[in-house]
């Protein structure tokens, strides 16, 4: 999708690097359910990953990047 995204101009925010980060390399299993990103074997994300995920939008849509899609959202115009 990032490669879909780029030849048309349209900017992507990607968590992949985030979640890792957050991860510190650790597995779910060593760790306590607190600090877990995601529910055990659910796919959804806990609270700590709400934060995370909604974190990395802001700072992409009010970084260089991102300022575009928030623009035109704003203004109503086309990225293009």
Same mark, same amino acid.
């Given at each position: 999708l990032v490669e879909i995204a780029g030849t048309h101009g349209i900017p992507v =925010? %990607?968590? %992949? +690097?985030?979640?890792?980060?957050?991860a510190g390399g650790r597995r779910a299993t060593d760790t306590d359910p607190e600090d877990h990103l995601y529910f055990h074997g659910k796919g959804h994300l806990t609270a700590r990953g709400h934060?995370?995920?909604? %974190? $990395? =939008?802001h700072r992409f849509l $009010?970084? @260089?990047?991102?300022?575009?899609?928030? +623009? @035109?959202a704003v203004t109503g115009q086309s990225l293009r």
């Open positions: =925010v %990607t968590m %992949t +690097e985030e979640f890792r980060r957050a934060l995370l995920a909604a %974190t $990395t =939008v $009010t970084g @260089s990047a991102g300022r575009p899609v928030l +623009e @035109s």
